[in-house]
Structure formats: structure tokens, C-alpha cells
């Protein structure tokens, strides 16, 4: 269990140093936008996951409609979607790179 939430913790404190590292960046002026792709779709990817160690972490009760843990996990699990699927993400990723400086 301890090793779960640990796992959870590491997932959320990448996730959210990815992101202050792409806002960091855009408020000196710059445009990651490789960087912006790549941290929706981690952040996506992590909350997802971190989602469904707490469902397990909680059992049944996890999956109780209702539940906190079971809104989060169908809302997270919505928000891969609406927001880009992965695919779509890695597709603007590859893109952004290879553009290189030109963009």
C-alpha cells in the first residue's frame, strides 16, 4: 500500500513540475508547444492512473456510484478524451518535433 501511494505521489509531482516547467517557459516569452503537447498528455496519462490505484486501493467502494474516487475515475477517464486523445497527442508531439525551430 505505502509503495501504491508513493507511486501516486511521484506521478503527481512529475506531472505537475512538467507543467510549471512548459508555464515557466511561456511566461519568459517562449512557445513550447512540443512541451505543452507532451504535458497534456503525461498529466492525462498520470491522473488516469493515479485514478485507478485508488480505486483498486479502495475496493468495491472505489466503484460505489456516487463515490468520490469513482467520479474522479469517470471524469479522468472523459478528460483523456475530450482533451486530445493519446494518439492525438503523440501525433502533435512527433509533429512539433519534427518542425524543429521552424515553429
Known amino acids: ?3 501504491k501511494v508513493a ?3 511521484t506521478g503527481y509531482y512529475a506531472a505537475r513540475s512538467m507543467t ?3 508555464l515557466a517557459a511561456l511566461d519568459a516569452g517562449g512557445r513550447p508547444r512540443a512541451e505543452a503537447f507532451m504535458s497534456k498528455l503525461f498529466v492525462a496519462e ?3 492512473r493515479i485514478a485507478d490505484e485508488a480505486v483498486q486501493i479502495h475496493g468495491k467502494a472505489g466503484l460505489v456510484r456516487g463515490s468520490e ?5 469517470r471524469s479522468l ?6 482533451t486530445g486523445s493519446s494518439e492525438i497527442q503523440k501525433n502533435a508531439i512527433a509533429h512539433q518535433l519534427f518542425l524543429g525551430d521552424r515553429n
Do not use: K, P
Open 1 to 3: 500500500m505505502q509503495h
Open 7 to 9: 507511486d501516486m505521489a
Open 20 to 22: 510549471y516547467d512548459g
Open 46 to 48: 498520470t491522473a488516469f
Open 69 to 73: 474516487v469513482e467520479w474522479l475515475f
Open 77 to 82: 477517464r472523459m478528460f483523456r478524451v475530450l
